[in-house]
């Protein structure tokens, strides 16, 4: 028998095994996935934190950090990883090894700010990273130096719009939440001011008490000691309610800007492609955390609303939060090199 169809037919069989070959790769570790998000968590998670130690951000993580390490019997290990406004530490978490053991402490400025404001990312929100549940909601205020002849925001937008008004109002950073709804305060009423950015809240508040810079838009957890003593005021609540923590300071809808609606949330998210099971059970046990009273009442204290969303639903304002930040970016002529 002529050898030639022999050969012919083995470099057909080879070459179709070959062909299958990433097939079958990419197939086997299914039922792999499915037995370690079974087994999930068997070792210590680690919880990213893109900002520095002692922040909002940071004090938030170790409350929920330390509420998963109880429930599912490992450690949660909260991982401080600073540096360019938060992309630092998401990048990691963009990289790393889909298997819910490496997550990310999301703050929205990071999520759905950042992408307008710098030209270049190494990640993709959207495409890189799989949203698990937002945990909190942070309401923003105002607050002003006591010297400055303006107490309520009525006063404040009559103070700015003077032909002599040299406002300057402060934030956490550049593109920062804060400084964002100063910039739609702005274009919502015509006040004149102008921004000063620092590198964290605790600076911006202390020269904001101190009188170097009259206005501050902060987190009300970073304002309220300073309230409650005296060395600053309230102006106004940024977020579309008052908020639990406030109730008596009015929101800045409430003084005469309707729809006016800004506060920061912080959630968490793990690397794209994380298996479903992963991600539900850390949303289930993330969502029964967020419905404990204590758990409740120590975010009110530290100005906080718990949120507790499903993934879909974050995903959702994660997407429409990303269109409304780019127009308002856009409009106020903001980027960072």
Not at 27 to 32: E, R, S
Not at 35 to 59: E, N
Not at 90 to 115: C, H, Q, R, S, W
Not at 292 to 310: C, H, S
Request: glycine content about 10%; some cysteine; proline content about 8%.
């Amino acid at each position: 028998m002529d050898p030639q169809p022999r050969r012919c037919g083995r470099r057909r069989r080879l070459a179709l095994a070959a062909g299958l070959l990433p097939a079958l790769l990419l197939a086997a570790p299914g039922p792999a996935f499915a037995q370690a998000a079974a087994r999930y968590p068997d070792k210590p998670i680690r919880l990213i934190v893109p900002f520095a130690v002692g922040g909002t951000s940071d004090v938030f993580a170790r409350l929920v950090g330390q509420k998963l390490s109880t429930a599912f019997g490992q450690q949660v290990v909260v991982e401080n990883r600073p540096g360019a406004n938060g992309n630092i530490g998401t990048d990691i978490v963009a990289k790393a090894e889909p298997d819910g053991y490496t997550l990310l402490f999301a703050a929205d400025g990071t999520m759905v700010i950042n992408p307008s404001l710098y030209e270049k990312l190494p990640f993709n929100v959207e495409r890189d990273l799989a949203p698990v549940s937002r945990v909190v909601l942070v309401p923003l205020i105002i607050v002003a130096n006591p010297q400055l002849k303006a107490s309520t925001l009525p006063e404040l937008v009559a103070l700015g719009k003077r032909a002599d008004a040299d406002l300057d109002f402060s934030s956490a950073g550049l593109g920062s939440t804060g400084h964002l709804a100063g910039e739609l305060l702005k274009s919502r009423t015509g006040i004149r001011m102008s921004h000063v950015a620092y590198k964290g809240g605790g600076q911006a508040v202390t020269d904001v008490v101190g009188g170097q810079v009259p206005l501050l838009v902060t987190a009300l957890a970073t304002a309220d000691p300073f309230i409650k003593s005296g060395k600053l005021k309230a102006i106004a609540m940024t977020s579309g309610k008052r908020a639990a923590g406030a109730p008596g300071i009015p929101t800045v809808a409430e003084g005469g800007v309707p729809g006016f609606d800004v506060s920061s949330w912080y959630g968490i998210l793990a690397p794209a492609r994380t298996p479903a099971p992963v991600i539900e059970k850390l949303h289930a046990e993330l969502a029964r955390i967020l419905q404990a009273d204590d758990v409740r009442r120590r975010f009110q204290e530290l100005g906080g609303e718990p949120i507790g969303d499903t993934p879909k639903a974050f995903a959702g304002v994660i997407k429409d939060d990303l269109a409304k930040w780019a127009r308002i970016v856009k409009d106020a002529g903001i980027s960072v090199q």
